[in-house]
């Protein structure tokens, strides 16, 4: 099973506040997950779910025929995929596969890559470019350690995976790799080939931020 959290987008990636309103990020947060379950669909290797209770993920996941784990909560990243792997052990689910809805640039023959070198009992860790944080998780059993997501998760993690005395995996997935949170990681999204939906996006905010600060240094000179 694929579990994908999904947090209210209303309030999605605070971390862009500097540079972004609160629309133009519930967007962006949009397009990304447009642009991941794309991909996710493409694959079509593996059962998935959307944790979530923000309407449009959950209108999402519907439109392809992915399922949706409530979390009327929406704590947190931990939370929720806490609760998921609960579900999907009392579903005698035993695989699960965690990624984030912010990695618009996944690509299905990385989702591949990651099942075809997935031990039969242990685990698969894909950091983050920056290797502190984890954007995918594979884990069989499926509760074979807890996760704890936040920017410095990918070391104990991997701590946690190589305590099971079971298998673990590290790939480096250059799609995977790149979770939008900050400014630079805009600008990659914005800079690296391709035109998703959330590429375009970064571009145009991107480029009207250019805009303000060009027409606010020329009303500023004297």
Do not use: W
Not at 73 to 88: G, K, P, R
Not at 96 to 120: F, K, M
Not at 130 to 146: C, E, M, Q, V, Y
Not at 197 to 220: D, G
Request: glycine share 6%; aromatic share 4%; proline share 6%.
């Amino acid at each position: 099973m694929i579990l994908i959290p999904v947090k209210n987008l209303g309030s999605a990636k605070q971390r862009l506040s500097a540079i972004l309103p609160q629309a133009s990020r519930t967007e962006l947060g949009e397009a990304m997950l447009q642009d991941v379950l794309v991909a996710v669909a493409e694959f079509g290797g593996d059962d998935v779910s959307l944790v979530t209770s923000d309407p449009f993920a959950v209108a999402l996941a519907a439109k392809h025929g992915f399922d949706t784990v409530r979390d009327d909560a929406n704590l947190s990243e931990t939370d929720a995929i806490a609760m998921a792997t609960t579900v999907c052990q009392d579903r005698g689910i035993r695989k699960t596969l965690v990624i984030p809805g912010d990695v618009p640039l996944i690509e299905a023959v990385e989702l591949a890559t990651i099942y075809a070198t997935s031990p039969v009992a242990g685990s698969v860790l894909v950091p983050a470019h920056d290797r502190r944080g984890t954007n995918a998780i594979f884990r069989s059993p499926a509760g074979l350690f807890p996760l704890r997501f936040g920017n410095d998760s990918f070391l104990p993690h991997l701590a946690a995976a190589k305590a099971t005395g079971q298998p673990c995996v590290v790939l480096s997935q250059r799609g995977i790799g790149l979770d939008i949170d900050t400014a630079q990681d805009l600008r990659q999204l914005a800079s690296a080939p391709g035109n998703r939906s959330s590429q375009l996006m970064a571009r145009k905010f991107l480029e009207q931020s250019v805009a303000e600060i060009t027409s606010q240094a020329i009303s500023a000179t004297p």
